[in-house]
């Protein structure tokens, strides 16, 4: 969510264009439900990881941190895991990709091929970030329920609280930026149902991260936004959330992670 200062009427105006950066409409881009490669149904007791990237940022730019970390999980080669990356304005492809990885259609009944229990975890970033609490939301109506979601400086104005079908949740966010910082703390909507893992706060005052692999404007930008998206710190704990999950859910080969 972006927040203002009041002081600096210059301010407003940065401000104001980068949520236009970040609103800029993505279907010129043209990721569609064929781009996945994820088979339709998945045998039941299968794993579904998808990572949302942020503003305007493609599923095929492969120095994108959410693409990387994608690319060390279906690495991992583990049975039955399947493993995708999806821009957040094409949020409604990945939905259908997983009502069609379920055996459900549109209105959460079973198809023809019968319904599939799978579990499903979510990642992102930025706007990816409130896209995950999004989906999560669409998929509650259909019953479907969350094993993990993770949140990296998020950015929504509806993505504080965390639907009841979701079973454990992460945020990690900084508040260094003046301009565009993410969501300070997320809450289950039903306690008793979703565990919060952690509101996981960041700081990069006094702390350099590689820019290298960042666009030419983000790098002169130099945003703690940005910064955040590029900490290797920090994606390693999004990573360990995620094999944490697949090691308490029993997958063959699933690494530990750290603790």
């Known amino acids: 969510m972006l927040r203002l200062p009041a002081r600096n009427p210059a301010c407003a105006l940065c401000a104001a264009a980068l949520t236009a950066l970040l609103a800029w409409p993505a279907a010129a881009r043209g990721q569609h439900r064929k781009d996945f490669t994820t088979p339709t149904p998945l045998p039941s007791g299968s794993t579904l990881i998808v990572g949302f990237l942020g503003g305007i940022e493609r599923w095929t730019d492969q120095n994108r941190p959410v693409v990387q970390l994608a690319g060390r999980l279906r690495a991992l080669e583990l049975p039955g895991v399947y493993v995708e990356e999806a821009e957040h304005a094409h949020r409604g492809e990945v939905l259908k990709l997983i009502e069609a990885a379920a055996g459900r259609d549109s209105k959460g009944r079973c198809t023809a091929d019968g319904c599939r229990e799978i579990r499903i975890l979510l990642y992102g970033h930025s706007m990816g970030g409130a896209a995950v609490v999004k989906l999560a939301r669409e998929l509650k109506k259909r019953e479907l329920p969350v094993a993990l979601t993770v949140q990296v400086d998020s950015v929504g104005a509806t993505d504080a609280v965390i639907p009841d079908n979701v079973a454990r949740a992460a945020n990690l966010y900084q508040r260094d930026?003046?301009?565009?910082?993410?969501?300070?703390?997320?809450?289950?909507?039903?306690?008793?149902?979703?565990?919060?893992?952690?509101?996981?706060?960041?700081?990069?005052?006094?702390?350099?991260?590689?820019?290298?692999?960042?666009?030419?404007?983000?790098?002169?930008?130099?945003?703690?936004?940005?910064?955040?998206?590029?900490?290797?710190?920090?994606?390693?704990?999004?990573?360990?959330?995620?094999?944490?999950?697949?090691?308490?859910a029993g997958i063959p080969g699933a690494p530990a992670p750290p603790h």
Do not use: C, F
């Open 177 to 248: 930026s003046w301009m565009l910082h993410g969501r300070t703390q997320i809450r289950a909507e039903d306690p008793a149902k979703t565990k919060i893992l952690a509101n996981l706060r960041y700081t990069y005052d006094g702390k350099w991260v590689d820019l290298s692999e960042a666009t030419l404007p983000e790098q002169m930008m130099r945003s703690r936004h940005t910064e955040m998206e590029y900490d290797p710190q920090v994606w390693n704990r999004v990573e360990d959330y995620i094999l944490d999950e697949l090691h308490r």
